[in-house]
């Protein structure tokens, strides 16, 4: 019910996609005509509903995403569809029907216990990950992320986690924390007492450049992530690598209420606060739960 709410969208605010000129795919049939799913909103958004294509082309659908350019290399991983990146040429292409990517769910009627959950559905570049795995050492190696990028959006801000909130992780013996937090807030790296305990990695760092390739592969080679709610939880889930996610006691609506994993990523574990701004409690269950697995 909830997906077919969310058309809503469009009328809340502006679109977070480019309408396409050519009709409307409504879950019907296609012949002789190609499907375009059009990406909105986030990276996370993006990495969590291009399931969704590879599922329709499986169906006999010739299936294209139109994304931005930078996440065309990843998003190249996907089985059986097309990438495209200039919006013009496709708008300009006939026998085309298009829906935005997170309409697509309301169309096939998805519902939790029907939500394509087969992963590893994105890959990493076999070269890359051998490059980096070479580089991250031994240990059980745990990737991790504490804001989303986009503290100045009250909403997100919420999701934002002191990296302070990562001492019990940081305190097990054996653990070696890498970190694959991106822009200003990787700078409380030397605010924090254990800050010479976590690995700075150069993967991504370019704006220009393609985006999650390092990371994809980072992730490949570690144990565990440990996150807040951000793409970085996505991609983790999307290439089958075990990830616990951190959440505001008022979590985003994908995570669901009152459960500990997600019909969306079967590797991947909540954490949820039992009040409102307050950490601690939420790492102490999480240092537990590693230490029990570390050793």
Known sequence: AGFADYEFRTEAGAPTFVALPQPRWDGAPLKDERLVLVTEQGLGDTIQFCRFAPLLAARGFDVTILTRREMAPLLST????????????????????????LSVPAVLGVTPDTVPADVPYLAA??????????????????????????????????????????????????????????????DQIAQVPF????????????????????????????????????????????????????????????WMLGREDSPWYPTLRIFRQAASGGWDDVFARIAETVRLIAN
């Open 78 to 101: 996907l089985q059986n569809v097309t990438i495209e990146t200039d919006d013009d040429k496709v708008a300009k292409e006939p026998n085309v029907r298009w829906a935005p990517l």
């Open 125 to 186: 570049e076999p070269a890359r990950v051998e490059a980096w795995r070479a580089r991250l050492g031994a240990g059980f190696k745990i990737g991790i992320n504490w804001t989303s990028g986009h503290s100045d959006k009250p909403h997100f801000k919420r999701r934002d986690i002191p990296l302070a909130s990562f001492a019990p992780l940081a305190a097990l013996p054996s653990v070696q924390l890498i970190s694959l937090q991106k822009g200003a807030a990787a």
């Open 195 to 254: 800050g010479n305990k976590i690995m700075t990695l150069d993967a991504d760092m370019s704006a220009d450049a393609d985006f999650f390739l390092d990371t994809a592969a980072i992730m490949t080679s570690l144990d565990l992530v440990v996150t807040c709610d951000t793409s970085v939880t996505h991609l983790a889930g999307a290439l089958g690598r075990p990830v616990f996610v951190a959440l505001p006691v008022v979590g985003d609506w994908r």
